[in-house]
């Protein structure tokens, strides 16, 4: 058997996986190496840096690659879209906001659009703007996110595909970390997995090494959602998107106070890039997702995307034979 | 191949699926039809009311079914224990606060003791007491839970259970309602489905019509988490357990107004059970998961059993030959 979907085929890769653009810590040598390994590799576009763009894009080397955008914080910079475009990325990822006008944009110079969406209403609205996959994001994800579970999401978005749009592909994210959950993503009706914490946690991820430290020792259960770092850090996100983070300090402190807050937001602003910038994890907030309780180390992208792959096969083959 | 799992080798069972224990809903006839379409039935013990009870084990008529207790209730009125294990269980459940001394009486009768739980910290807590069967429940799971996902959960506990007590047996909750997601929990390294909302959504249970309804229109979007309810009703749960329900105009009147229903508690009391006893779906809320958006019909419980079972085995094979 193999674990060849009509997301392999469609994009020409290996292993049905695509590495979650995200904001700081996917850069290109991240994107790159889930790119070597067989898989697809994005780069995290986050708030629109052009010259941090411009630095990933090189570290990726000569490995096709793709880029995923904030959309809400797309709008505030569109011209970041023109540059990326013109690099002729393998896949353009957009998430949290309407995906129009982009998807558009995108879809005009044949790249395909991969639209992540957390609620079956935002699935209905990607289908019909023709996006290539939409990605079922679980509120069990690390970073941003919204409520629904992967479990209930993939599938009843799945139907949704079926019965309106059945050329769509559906990835699942959120709390895919291992072979379990790659196979298990299978079963509900996706076509691959978009893993986001377990690349995280890859020698590749731009990540301070106390935040690996951190989630390293953390169990699922020490992960909150929560904006008050966004509120922190001055970063206007919809309220309806919070994000998971480790619990510490700052959000035992914060979490529920969010008015307080915004009445120290200079103080606190400057104390929590500071402690961003040092790794001070008490202070500032690690981006992990409840899959923290299933990562045990800091390895090659690669080597992480090997193993999920060929635990996949065996839980489904394991259980077949029975 | 068949879905035999150590689950149904333990409890000489055809099928790897539990029926949700669910407070007023699950009756005898419920767990009577999930018993002999193959599964373990349980009926829901909820806030110990010994002639309901009495009753529900007599509609279940000589098949043998389970009981299932909200254990921070069952510690107010202790009695009720004691008339369940006079009639020989084939299992009690208990969830909702620490299993202990309740699990040691029961084991001193040589029945089966399932633990659910919603944390890693008290699966280690059921695996320390000896639990026959921890039960990992999901945020998306219907009624009473807490926050963590059944897709990171169940792994976890998964990984606990192997290195610290290998027999102890595992199952998943939360958002299971098809065959998809029983082969997605058996991926994820469990021995099987606790299924909550998909047998509340059976003809045998004990649910208002107007319930039904609401919940076969609704989508897995309309759901949220909420203690409101509780509130409402002047039942004390713990703070950490919240309910998840159809969203109504209750909810969003009140929910993150918690000390003004406490203030007007007399009067939203009265008219919250009005509505619960009048069916009256936008004042007392439906008691459903995420997994609404994935129930299309109300349909006999042995029905459902069997598709899921032939859904979930037909995923797996279907993949595998590929």
């Known amino acids: 058997?193999?674990?060849?979907?009509?997301?392999?085929?469609?994009?020409?890769?290996?292993?049905?996986?695509?590495?979650?653009?995200?904001?700081?810590?996917?850069?290109?040598?991240?994107?790159?190496?889930v790119g070597a390994a067989g898989g697809l590799g994005l780069i995290g576009g986050g708030y629109g840096d052009a010259a941090w763009l411009d630095e990933q894009f090189a570290a990726a080397g000569n490995q096709p690659v793709g880029c995923g955008f904030i959309t809400w914080?797309?709008?505030?910079?569109?011209?970041?879209?023109?540059?990326?475009?013109?690099?002729?990325?393998?896949?353009?990822?957009?998430?949290?906001?309407?995906?129009?006008?982009?998807?558009?944009?995108i879809r005009a110079r044949s790249i395909p659009v991969i639209c992540q969406v957390q609620t079956v209403r935002d699935a209905?609205?990607?289908?019909?703007?023709?996006?290539?996959?939409?990605?079922?994001?679980?509120?069990?994800?690390?970073?941003?996110?919204?409520?629904?579970?992967?479990?209930t999401l993939v599938p009843e978005i799945a139907d949704l595909i079926a019965s309106r749009s059945p050329a769509t592909l559906l990835c699942a994210a959120g709390g895919i970390a291992d072979g379990r959950g790659l196979a298990a993503c299978l079963m509900l009706g996706a076509d691959g997995a978009v893993i986001g914490s377990r690349f995280w946690a890859s020698r590749e991820a731009l990540v301070h090494p106390n935040m690996?430290?951190?989630?390293?020792?953390?169990?699922?259960?020490?992960?909150?959602?929560?904006?008050?770092?966004?509120?922190?850090?001055?970063?206007?996100?919809?309220?309806?998107?919070?994000?998971?983070?480790?619990r510490n300090s700052f959000t035992d402190r914060w979490h529920g106070r969010e008015e307080d807050l915004r009445a120290n937001a200079d103080e606190e602003a400057a104390r929590w890039r500071k402690a961003w910038a040092e790794g001070d994890v008490d202070v500032a907030n690690t981006f992990v997702g409840e899959a923290a309780g299933l990562i045990h180390a800091i390895e090659p992208a690669g080597e992480i995307l090997d193993r999920i792959v060929r635990e996949a096969e065996a839980a489904i083959q394991g259980r077949s034979r029975i």
Chains 1, 2 share one sequence.
């Open 1 to 33: 058997m193999s674990l060849s979907t009509r997301l392999t085929e469609r994009f020409g890769i290996k292993h049905p996986v695509i590495s979650a653009p995200m904001a700081f810590a996917a850069g290109g040598a991240l994107a790159g190496a």
């Open 124 to 151: 209905a609205r990607a289908i019909d703007i023709g996006a290539d996959v939409v990605v079922a994001q679980g509120s069990e994800a690390g970073g941003h996110g919204e409520r629904r579970a992967t479990m």
């Open 73 to 105: 914080s797309l709008r505030k910079s569109p011209e970041i879209l023109d540059a990326v475009l013109a690099r002729n990325p393998k896949a353009v990822f957009l998430s949290f906001d309407d995906p129009e006008p982009f998807a558009s944009l």
């Open 212 to 246: 690996h430290r951190a989630a390293l020792a953390a169990c699922g259960d020490d992960t909150t959602r929560s904006s008050v770092m966004d509120i922190a850090r001055r970063i206007d996100w919809p309220p309806r998107f919070t994000a998971r983070v480790l």
